[in-house]
Each structure stands twice: as C-alpha cells, then as structure tokens.
C-alpha cells in the first residue's frame, strides 16, 4: 500500500503521541523533575525589591530570589536564576525555561496561558511617585488632561493603569528602572508601581514622594508556573505560600532586603495585609 505525504504525517502524528504517552501516564510534574534535577528554575528581571542584579558581581538578590531560596531549600534543589522580562515571563514558562515567575498578579488572562497556586504570596497596593509639591491624592487627581504617567510594559499595572486611566497620558516602558529614569528626567510626571518598588526606588532617587492614592485596595500576588495535567508542583508551592505567608517570611524578607539598602523598615507597609494600619 503507497502512503502518501497526508497518511505520512498522521502517522508520525501518532507515534510522537503513542511516545509521549507513557509519561503522562505516570503522571509526572515539574515537582518530580525538580526533585531529580536538583534546580528550581525562577524567571528574574530588573525590578526592585523584587529582583536585583548587583553589577559587579552579577549576582541576583531581592524578595522574590529569598522566596525562591526558601522553596528550593525544602525541596533539596539549587536556584537557578533565569533572565527574562514581565512581557516574557508566560513564555518562558510555557517553553518550559523557567519553573517559576514570583510577583506575577493572577490575572484572568494570563490564567488561560498558565497556572497559579491557590495560595497568594502576598499583598502590595498600587502606590504612585509624584513631585514633591504635587497635590495628588487621588487616581481621579491622576487621570487629568496633560497629566503623563510611566507603567511598566505587561505589568498587571499596566492592565489595571489602562482600565481606570481616561484622560491622562500612559507611557509604558520596558522596566521599573526605566520609568523612574523617565520621572527624573521628566518626561513623565507620575509613575504608578506597586508600594514596595516604589519605597525602593524613591530612596535610591531622593526625588519627588511615594503616595498610595485612594481608594486604596490591597492587591494579591502570587507565582506564575506552568499548566500540567499532574497539579503536584501547583499544590506543593500552595502549601508553601500558605504556610510562609502564615509565619510573617514575606515580610521578614522585605525588611531585610530595605535594610541591605540602607532604608529604615519602620511605618513602611509590607507585605502582609492583617499588619497594614
């Protein structure tokens, strides 16, 4: 019997399939390649105090590493830092290069592309660095005709910036690091970033202030993974999250990470929302 090119192809179809078969059937998960690898892949990008790379050593430090640190640990795994960006994090992990992306909001839509624990990691609001003699104290004081605010490009910020700005000008920029650049240089007048990066990177531009305009809402976050039909590595970083949120680490961390920049932690918000006052 002659097979032509259509038959060709759907039989290869088939025996890639038939191939792959048995793993599934075994139901093995990122969890178990971890397990025997010994690495936890993490995306990181330039963004403070979640992630930061010192130039000189080139080593990457931040909240989001010292979370991943602590996975790994009770796992028995070594970190592995992966580069990437906030635009790229759902790629990469659907390409399978990274295992994990810390600080990635749930969104719905990035919920059809990949997965997240049920567990939040924890809690930030949207917080805005205006001048100093700015009198803004609310997102409709910042949605105003000649008004310019710098958002970082594929944030959940940019999402939530995009719905609730009318009038205002939004420019979107490819880090944190580059829409602060733009305030300093005023090219924009507000830039809009979750409170945490912003208390950062206010101390280290001394320029302008850190408001958290009203309303005020506390926002989740999570870890961004990849969708498996074995939900083991999903339910395990859940418990995690459930467990360290639990124990006040994030915060820990948070005040530690203010600390290695020389920044005083007292009457600054964390990151667990019960401590907020």
């Known amino acids: 019997m002659s097979t032509n090119r259509r038959t060709f192809m759907a039989l290869s179809a088939t025996a890639l399939a038939s191939s792959a078969w048995p793993a599934f059937a075994q139901g093995t998960s990122t969890l178990d390649r ?3 690898d010994k690495q936890l892949r993490i995306g990181v990008t330039s963004a403070e105090p979640w992630f930061f790379k010192d130039p000189m050593t080139e080593k990457w430090t931040g909240v989001g590493v010292a979370m991943g640190e602590k996975l790994a640990a009770n796992l028995g795994a070594t970190l592995v830092p992966v580069e990437t960006t906030w635009a790229n994090a759902v790629a990469a992990l659907q ?4 295992d994990l992306m810390f600080v990635l909001d749930p969104t719905e839509e990035r919920k059809k592309a990949i997965d997240f624990p049920e567990a939040p990691l924890f809690y930030y609001a949207m917080g805005a660095l205006v001048a100093q003699d700015s009198p803004i104290k609310s997102w ?4 105003k005709s000649g008004i310019r605010i710098g958002v970082t490009l594929g944030t959940s910020l940019d999402k939530n910036v995009t719905a609730m700005v009318k009038t205002a000008e939004i420019n979107r920029f490819s880090n944190n690091d580059e829409a602060i650049a733009a305030f300093a ?7 809009v970033q979750f409170h945490p990066a912003l208390v950062v990177q206010y101390a280290r531009l001394k320029l302008g202030k850190v408001i958290l305009p009203t309303p005020v809402n506390p926002v ?3 870890a961004g993974l990849r969708k498996e039909a074995n939900p ?18 994030p915060d820990q961390i948070f005040d530690a990470y203010l600390k290695s920049k020389n920044i005083d932690p007292k009457g600054i918000p964390g990151l667990v929302k019960e401590a907020w006052q």
């Open 185 to 191: 240089s005023r090219r924009v007048d507000v830039v």
């Open 232 to 249: 083991a590595f999903r339910d395990w970083v859940s418990e995690q999250f459930a467990t360290l949120y639990k124990e006040g680490v």
């Open 34 to 36: 971890i397990k025997q």
């Open 140 to 143: 409709q004081d910042i949605d």
């Open 95 to 98: 390409a399978n290069q990274i």
């Open 220 to 222: 989740a976050t999570s």
